[in-house]
């Protein structure tokens, strides 16, 4: 038996009709593909359709304006463009807010850039002493709610402007005045605080890779050390530098909490506070306006970034991994330099958290005598509050706010990483491709959009009956969604790396023994991923429990969570009552951060490059 | 048992780009060790995992005892779940979260096999590869020897017609490779399967396989058994990629070549003669068709020698490699007298195509052109 086969003849092609059959036999027998654009509807649904619903509200009559305007409510408008670009009203509605977001956000990025790197730079290249803890230390402030910040200032700074208990200052005796007390001045200098951690983060880790070969390699060629930080590190530094300045501008622009908790007493008003009031007074016309301003801010930032990331990839590669590092002797400037970087943690952290725990054990702010100090916030019983008699720990406010929060936010974070892993076998195993590149960038998008602009477009679409699906005002559901749409970016990335991971013989090998599609899911691919799993499910349960935006526009009192319920406690002046429920907020945040860390062994700085 | 039929299997990509697979027909014959040989990225994998379901085709048609699996035309595919072949990857693709025996056994339960008899099965498929005491182990904790044994009593332990094996022998070291070649072997004897396997080794073929199927760039090069791969290559391709070291190749107007070829009588008109270094006789004393060569090196190979030699020619030097298992008695610059074995020359047209071969004259029996079309 021998046969050769040189030249064997070569069919007619098959038909077009044959080859069509042939590949429908295929997909039937492959649910990947249609799995895929299962879950591409329900993105399209939960991530699309809200926002473009919310550009729809920006150029309709909405209810409730149809006198005013003149018109039927659904008609076409330009009312609340030229009302919030072009009117009378537009600098105090549009402009001034405007103008105080674009403020904020630059100001405290620049500084966060220029403090971050200093402080990179001395825990990465210096023999700083105590640098390996202080790396870790000057991290907390990223893992707690930017708004613990804010009202830890509050606890501090407070003054009679506004009533209440005041702050420790002012009841030591000391007058502040209002700019140092509320609104734009210590807005800043919290989002700075907040924001150090991320140039740290990112600079640092770029410090990190960068080769001190090449440093050498200029300096055999005869290079000075002006001419080498110019030349060869700036240049090589920009990328991350960049990406840091960019992704804290987005942040800051959509940053909801922190102004509202500082601004409302002196009128400061930013995009997002202004989008809140808007909501809050049913104008929701204008609230798409501001939603698109914020999403186009966003938008534009973040794209600038993933180019920028694009960028930096070119230079990665010279990089190589033979780096070495040299740590550079600070001499005489050791003690400043230590003094700097644990002046920072007192002022970031030991401070904030320090005043927030102890004025939750005062009766009166600012007063340091042994008959002060009560555990009554927390344990007491039948305090003499109209409301709230109980400490924390003994109300039933707190624990079903508890509760209400593990279970929403609990159930959205599973949902979000179950919908990740499976992003992630799809983008990696699609044998449709553009289904891959369509689901990838999909569940990317809403990190494109601030939190606040989210919950705006789903309360556009989700408050009214729309076919099928009725309204979802007011139940957790509309939560629950949003929240699974909001994490989505996170879910999504640690289900593709996961699943990119995974070769497919893996899985093949099981198909070869007879396995179906869904028993290969149940015993092969999920548990070989359980780790990325519950990776992909603890971050957006971390993200979600310190998370206020959606929050604040999407719960009603049924559905109240333990970021609302301290945000009432702090429109109602239970000072002591909210920065318990801070405390434990950042509790649960800061454990859950350090047990992600011990899980997946990568630090934070992988989960926030792209 | 199974007999595999591909008929015009093809596998484009893109429209573009050329065919990974290009209009490939043969026969596996039931019962046979056939092995698919070619450089890597000639698609013989590719036909691999076309055969076990893993690609689907673009065109042509695989059918395994007259039971279509894959046809474009009929518009029929049969999913890998459903058709019963087993498959043993290059990387073992074992489950890193089962052990050793959950591995052998997951088959089995998906065939819904009695708990009873499954564990007599695991303990059977566990002796017979000889992996006794490993298992509870988990796969990282095995070496790759192991990993290979545990990958091929997974998929034996389910019975299988057809055993698709992919580089079976490439992440084992020497030592190990030799065993499992013979393991190979005895398992082929012993459960009488049909049995594909691919490799870019054509040592692992030659002493596996009893058919084997060359590839180049997509295309079928030849399959026929492996002597006769070796003893009458179908082109140019197929005689320069098997024998190590590889043939030489002179062209076929020069004078050695044309001097070598009127002494085995070869006088086809051709563009390129094939002489295997194996075939190449030096000596002292002149004799019919030897032409004079200088020795440029002796290189000990263990056992045997390469001996490079060059021919003074009108077109230049020819260069010329010798093997030999008999010590050269040779040095560095000498010159000496080179003739050849008829048997070890092959004639090839200027498309690659063997033309002739030269027909040993110490044996009465012909062999030259056997089973060529």
Known sequence: MSTLATNPTRPEPAPFGARLRHRLTIARKEPTALAGLCMLVLFGWLIAVPLVSIFQDMFTIQTGDAARIGGEVGDWTSYYLSRAFASRMSGIIFWKPLVNTLTVALVSMSLALVIGSVLSWLLVRSDLMGRGWLATALIIPFMLPAWTFALAWTTLFKNATIGGQPGWVEAMGYQLPDWVSYGIFPTIVIMTLNYIPFVILLVGNALRRLDSQLEDAGRMLGAGKGTLALQIVFPMMRPAVMSAALLMFADAVGEFSVPYVLGLPVQFETLATSLYRAIGTQQSGMAAVFTGVILLIGVVTLSLDTWMMREARRFAIIGGKGSMGRRQSLGVLQWPAFAFAFGLFCVAVIVPLGALALSTVMQLPGRFTLSNFTLDYWIGRDLGTVALRNGILLSDEFWAAAWNSVRIVGTASICAGLLGLMTGYIVTRSPVRWLAVALRQITFFPYLVPGIAFAAAFLSLFAVPHGPIPALYGTPLILLLALVADQMPFASRAGISAMTQLGRDVEESARIMGASWWKRMMAIIVPIQKGALVTAMIMPFISGIKGVSLFIILAVPATDVLTTFSIRLVDYNYTQAANAVVLMIALIALVGTLVINRITGTGLAQGLES | ?373
């Open chain 2, 1 to 373: 048992m199974p007999k595999i039929t591909l008929s015009h299997l093809t596998k484009s990509y893109s429209p573009k780009a050329a065919a990974a697979v290009d209009n490939i027909t043969f026969t596996v014959e039931d019962g046979s060790f056939t092995c698919i040989l070619g450089p890597s990225g000639c698609g013989k994998s590719t036909i691999l995992r076309m055969i076990a379901g893993l690609e689907t085709l673009s065109e042509g048609e695989i059918d395994v005892d007259g039971r279509v699996l894959d046809s474009v035309t009929k518009g029929i595919f049969v999913p890998p779940e459903k058709r019963g072949i087993g498959l043993v990857f290059q990387s073992y693709a074992l489950w890193p979260h089962m052990t050793v025996a959950q591995n052998i056994e997951f088959g089995l339960k998906i065939q819904k096999m009695p708990a009873a008899q499954r564990k007599a099965r695991v303990a059977q498929m566990v002796a017979t590869l000889r992996i006794e005491g490993l298992e509870d182990r988990y796969p990282a904790q095995l070496s790759g020897g192991q990993q290979q044994r545990v990958a091929l009593a997974r998929t034996l332990a389910v019975t299988p017609g057809i055993l698709l094996l992919d580089e079976p022998l490439s992440n084992l070291d020497a030592a190990l490779r030799l065993t499992m070649r013979a393991e190979l072997s005895r398992l082929h004897r012993e459960f009488g399967t049909t049995i594909v396997f691919v490799t870019h080794d054509q040592w692992e073929a030659m002493t596996l396989a009893t058919h084997i199927a060359v590839m180049s760039k997509g295309a079928l090069q030849q399959y026929a058994t492996a002597s006769q791969i070796y003893e009458a290559p179908a082109n140019r391709f197929v005689a320069d990629f098997i024998g190590n070291p590889p043939i030489n190749m002179l062209p076929a107007a020069s004078h050695v070549a044309r001097s070598f070829a009127r002494a085995a009588g070869l006088d086809a008109p051709a563009h390129e003669l094939g002489l295997r270094p194996e075939g190449i006789t030096l000596g002292l004393s002149e004799s019919a068709g030897a032409v004079t060569a200088i020795i440029e090196s002796i290189l000990p190979t263990g056992g045997s020698w390469l001996v490079e030699l060059t021919c003074a020619d009108d077109a230049g030097p020819i260069r010329l490699v010798q093997s030999t298992q008999t010590p050269p008695r040779w040095r560095v610059g000498q010159a000496v007298y080179v003739s050849a074995l008829a048997e070890a020359m092959h004639l090839f047209s200027d498309t690659g195509a063997r033309i002739a071969s030269g027909v040993s004259r110490s044996h009465d029996h012909s062999r030259s052109s056997a089973g060529v079309i």
